[in-house]
């Protein structure tokens, strides 16, 4: 994702558990972290696609990001209604999830997870589907 991003925009930072090296081979203009904690710019838009649901305690990274100086913010996650791809015979339950997703989320489950920050700061915020309904995603706007 990083890659494409860069060709459009003129500074790019991101953060990820590994790869680094490899995303510094390949964009030299970039800045790259492992922790959350290390972004201590303004941006203007922060993009947290598809990882909230990999993690054990996801509010703590809201948390973190709420940290961060930003104009807007786009979180997307899996759709709890992908479970409808779930089967259930002759007494076995079968889901295909990824495994190592930890949960699904609603829009309401979603927002939940971001309420108190929404409130407790200036921001507005929108939630929208995305992928025939399969993913739901959150964009947090400073006001």
Not at 22 to 29: I, V
Not at 31 to 48: M, P, Q, R
Not at 64 to 76: D, G, N, Q, R, W
């Amino acid at each position: 994702m990083h890659i494409y991003l860069s060709e459009f925009t003129h500074k790019l930072h991101g953060c990820d558990t590994n790869g680094i090296e490899e995303l510094n081979k390949h964009l030299k203009e970039g800045v790259f972290f492992k922790s959350i904690s290390e972004a201590d710019n303004y941006y203007n838009i922060i993009l947290a696609p598809n990882i909230l649901e990999h993690l054990v305690n996801p509010g703590l990274m809201v948390d973190a990001l709420f940290e961060i100086k930003f104009e807007k913010m786009f979180v997307l996650v899996p759709n709890y209604k992908v479970y409808e791809q779930a089967t259930y015979e002759n007494g076995i339950f079968t889901e295909k999830i990824h495994p190592d997703h930890f949960c699904w989320y609603s829009p309401y489950t979603l927002y939940n997870l971001f309420k108190a920050q929404i409130e407790a700061g200036k921001y507005d915020f929108e939630m929208n589907f995305f992928d025939n309904r399969n993913m739901v995603s959150i964009l947090i706007k400073k006001l």
